[in-house]
């Protein structure tokens, strides 16, 4: 897995939560976040960004220590989010159409 595996929006956002990490660098899915020097204030700005722009709600997932350990871990966890909220969604889609109908 490449950056383009993911939106170009969370490559965006992981460098924007670490500026000192060169833009020749590329961002794998086996980039320890925390070597690529993602910080603790970098961790609430990751969070805040994924939430706003992916709409999921990171809170349950915080406990994980794993999260953030690489690019991959926390992209494959926003994106399970993704897929969760997406299902509920469609079911509760569905089941508004089955008391209407």
């Known amino acids: 897995m490449s950056e383009a595996d993911w939106p170009q ?3 965006e956002m992981l460098r924007e939560a670490m ?3 060169p833009l020749e660098t590329v961002l794998a899915p086996d980039t ?3 070597q690529a020097g993602l910080s603790s204030l970098g ?3 990751i969070i805040t960004a994924v939430e706003d722009e992916f709409d999921v709600d990171l ?3 915080l406990a ?3 999260l ?3 690019a991959g ?3 494959s966890r926003v994106r399970a989010l993704r897929a969760e909220r997406t299902e509920v969604s469609l079911r509760a889609g569905q089941d508004e159409r089955q008391s209407h109908g």
Request: avoid cysteine; charged fraction near 20%; aromatic fraction near 12%.
């Open 73 to 75: 871990s926390l992209w």
């Open 9 to 11: 929006e969370f490559t």
């Open 32 to 34: 320890s976040l925390r």
């Open 59 to 61: 809170t349950s997932e």
């Open 68 to 70: 953030f350990g690489t």
């Open 19 to 21: 500026p000192q990490l």
């Open 64 to 66: 994980d220590p794993d």
């Open 43 to 45: 961790v609430v700005t």
